[in-house]
């Protein structure tokens, strides 16, 4: 089972910055905030990780609360083709944990 | 730097009938995962591989779904017999190592009529 919450839906004009919530409140001290996305017809992307710290790479920024119970995905300009499902998976680093999806949320970038 | 590569891209078969499915993961990468997904549905994994033995098969519906990765490389997966529920896109994906982050491949479309 997922261990995340996300909103099933949400719609952003293109060129604002689109923020996807996440909740994981029930995360553990050594699991780590995955993203992932999926375009239509494509298999799902690797975005951004981070375990507390915020992080930002050039495809994204991740904010984690403080207890670490929600993170934030900021996409900072968004374009049509960020138009996906996004994922918001926890994880431990090291061993053999599955790479789990839950249903993600539709994000939809209006021109 | 190729990607992870899957064949057929799309396959439509009867139920009862057999089905496999192909998987080159990317180079040099040891974890190899096949995913199914159902329309409307987030990837469910079927199996993963780390080399050439298995890590986690445990939603692998082991009475009609098989699947081998014999020298730790290619990857096959199959369906027999197939059922209407079987439909579904097959994603296989492939990381450097478990818990690194994971490429997949466009994936298989399946269609059971």
């Known amino acids: 089972d997922a261990k995340t919450t996300q909103p099933p839906s949400m719609d952003c004009a293109e060129g604002r910055a689109a923020n996807l919530p996440c909740n994981h409140s029930t995360i553990s001290g050594n699991e780590y905030v995955y993203w992932y996305r999926q375009i239509h017809s494509q298999g799902p992307q690797y975005i951004i990780h981070g375990l507390k710290n915020n992080e930002t790479n050039e495809m994204a920024s991740l904010i984690i609360t403080e207890d670490r119970k929600s993170s934030t995905l900021i996409l900072p300009h968004a374009t049509l083709r960020d138009t996906a499902v996004y994922y918001c998976?926890?994880?431990?680093?090291?061993?053999?944990?599955?790479?789990?999806f839950g249903t993600g949320t539709r994000l939809t970038i209006i021109p | 730097e190729a990607g992870v590569a899957q064949s057929p891209r799309y396959k439509i078969i009867e139920k009862r009938q057999s089905v496999a499915f192909w998987c080159n993961p990317i180079?040099?990468?040891?974890?190899l995962y096949w995913y199914q997904q159902i329309l409307g549905q987030g990837p469910k994994l079927l199996i993963q591989?780390?080399?050439?033995?298995?890590?986690?098969d445990s939603q692998l519906p082991k009475d009609r779904f098989s699947a081998e990765r014999l020298k730790g490389v290619d990857s096959t997966l199959k369906i027999q017999p197939a059922k209407l529920e079987d439909s579904a896109v097959y994603l296989c994906?492939?990381?450097?190592?478990?818990?690194?982050?994971?490429?997949f491949g466009q994936g298989t479309r399946l269609t059971v009529v």
């Open positions: 998976i926890v994880r431990v680093m090291g061993g053999n944990e599955k790479l789990t």
């Open positions: 591989f780390q080399n050439n033995g298995v890590v986690d």
């Open positions: 180079s040099g990468h040891a974890t």
């Open positions: 994906a492939s990381s450097f190592q478990q818990n690194t982050e994971a490429f």
